[in-house]
């Protein structure tokens, strides 16, 4: 948790082909812990913070709503 998002994961999703252009993905992390932007094709569209916590929505670069 405190460690930020597991960039390693994220790569094996987009190494296993798992991600489709309707992809969605929720990570939460420590607000005090930077993330990227974003993790190959996935690009940050939103962002909360919520006390410590911070919520992190990721999807892929060039869907759409």
Known sequence: YA???DA????????????TP????????????PVADAYGPLRRVRQKRHGDTCVS????EGATD
């Open 3 to 5: 460690q930020g998002i």
């Open 57 to 60: 929505v990721y999807a892929v």
């Open 22 to 33: 309707d992809t969605v993905v929720v990570a939460e992390h420590a607000w005090r812990t």
């Open 8 to 19: 390693g994961l994220l790569q094996a999703l987009v190494d296993r082909g798992l991600l």
